[in-house]
């Protein structure tokens, strides 16, 4: 015998992504209109029921529904945690696990164009929205874990599309960790890693030199500072 | 309208927690032996249903299973992550919240000593035993995750009852990174750190001076070397 769950009270269980892009010199989310009750009309991270056909795990859900506003699977996910209790939902106990995310804004710019109820927005100026449930928490979760990998790798560079310049990806590890990087140590700290690839190619820069263009190295997500990039 | 949960397949969710102590020169995890379907007579982490009447939030889940089975609430928890998929317990579908945490092993003696299903497990032995689920990969997880914490922070203190010796907090150290660790230096980062305060007491050592004895700084649990401590 044992336990039968199916005795117990359901516990909502669902999985949310916070996906962030850099576009337009800003630090960006991506949010869904709500269309449903709970909360509907409000802006909300991207996520779903589990779909126990077709998915595996709960990284094929994360996956399924970012594609499904975005049109691709990002190149860079992880676990952020799970977040759960008796008050953040009102149809009851609810558990999300919640993923944390990178694409390029190009990757995605063509789908997310045609719909409506799926934008990007300045991570700055969220406080202008009243975001659904405690998305707004987890989306500082998500912030703060990227700062820390902004400090410690340049995982932040599958914010980017490739190729790119050193000096959009500072920028993009400016906005997450929250204060300025100088630029000739930022490129030494680069050079040192091997985790970038220069192409060969050059763009133009707006004075200067043009800037050389990189890439990223299959050990890109691996690699790690000892010293944080802001020392 | 909108969804209703109760049209999808029930997904189920538990928490279960990874519970490590200090004992014997062993580092140890806590297992309970399966009473019910699926795989009874297995021992598995101590974990279970969230109670909708009981519990708050996930950490009020780990922190009531884990008091059912060692009679106190851990000084230390933190979450590990969530492990879930269609193929992870036979019943469906599930997901677990999981927890890591660490405890004296003092503090539960007698409770544990009161019960049969509920054991401490040498973690260098556990491939002797067939445990339950995919619990093996949970508990490798939690080890990774205090193998950072004794690399960077002395937050596996809380496996020792207080007053410690640094003899001990080296040696739980040493367990959770696989590596031995030089005696003066590791006392000269402990007196840097400021995590962990002199009682004034002494104990008899086996060879010469006696040991000082420690006890937790209120900041023990924020404290992070810059400088990993095996360096």
Redesign the interface.
């Known amino acids: ?3 039968d ?2 005795e ?6 669902t999985v949310d992504s916070v996906l962030f892009t850099y576009h337009e010199d800003r630090l960006k989310v991506l949010l869904v209109q709500r ?4 909360q ?1 009309g409000r802006w909300a991270l991207p996520g779903g ?2 779909d ?1 056909d077709r ?4 990284e094929d859900t994360a996956h399924r529904v970012l594609a499904s506003k975005t049109g691709v699977v990002p190149p860079y996910i992880e ?1 952020l ?7 953040r939902d009102p ?3 609810s ?1 999300t ?1 919640a993923y944390t995310a990178l694409i390029p804004f190009q990757a995605c710019l063509t789908h997310i164009e045609s719909v409506t109820d799926t934008q990007w927005f300045d991570v700055a100026r969220l406080n202008e929205l009243e975001l659904g449930f405690d998305h707004e928490a987890i989306i500082d979760a998500g912030r703060e874990r990227f700062r820390q990998k902004a400090l410690y790798s340049l995982v932040p560079a599958h914010a980017l599309q490739e190729p790119f310049s050193l000096a959009d990806l500072r920028r993009v590890h400016e906005l997450l960790i929250g204060m300025t990087l100088s630029r000739k140590s930022f490129i030494r700290r680069v050079e040192e890693s091997g985790a970038l690839i220069e192409t060969g190619d050059e763009a133009p820069s707006g004075r200067g030199r043009p800037s050389k263009l990189y890439r990223r190295s299959p050990h890109l997500d691996d690699y790690r500072f ?2 944080n990039i802001g020392k």
Do not use: K
Not at 8 to 13: D, E, H, K, N, Q
Not at 55 to 58: E, G, N, V, Y
Not at 81 to 87: D, P
């Open positions: 015998a044992g336990y769950p199916r117990f009270p359901i516990v909502l269980t269309a449903n009750h709970p509907a029921y589990i126990q998915d595996a795990t709960l676990q945690g799970s977040f759960g209790g008796a008050g149809r009851g106990w558990v696990i000892i010293r």
